[in-house]
Structure formats: structure tokens, C-alpha cells
């Protein structure tokens, strides 16, 4: 039980620091906007898909929850 503790705690203050980052403007330029994200805008539609700003996320915390598991 004390394992899943630390852990909580760890991935809290990790989540409460992104989210401060991103709540003080830090990525609001490339957030979202990487090459190979999909936007589609045609009169009065538009569309946007972040597909790799998605896989970026994935892949990182695809890492993060290895290095978790491995301790």
C-alpha cells in the first residue's frame, strides 16, 4: 500500500506541474501545431486534429510509466 502512495503522490505533483505550466502559457506556440497535425478549413467549417501532438503525448507517457514500473 505504501508503494501505491508514493506513486499517487509522485504523478499528482507531476500532472499539478504540468498543469501549471501550461496554465502560465509555456508550449502555446507548438501545442497542438506540430508538422503532421490535420487542419481543414473550408468557408464556414473547420476541423483540427492534433494526431501528432497526441503520439508525442502517448510516447511520453508510454516512458514515464515504464520508468514507474521498473522501481
Known sequence: MNDIGKTLMVAGLVLAAV???IWSGVGRGWFGRLPGDI?????NFSFHFPIVTC???SAILTL???LFRKQ
Open 55 to 57: 503520439l508525442l503525448i
Open 64 to 66: 514515464v510509466f515504464w
Open 19 to 21: 498543469g501549471a505550466l
Open 39 to 43: 487542419h481543414y478549413t473550408k468557408d
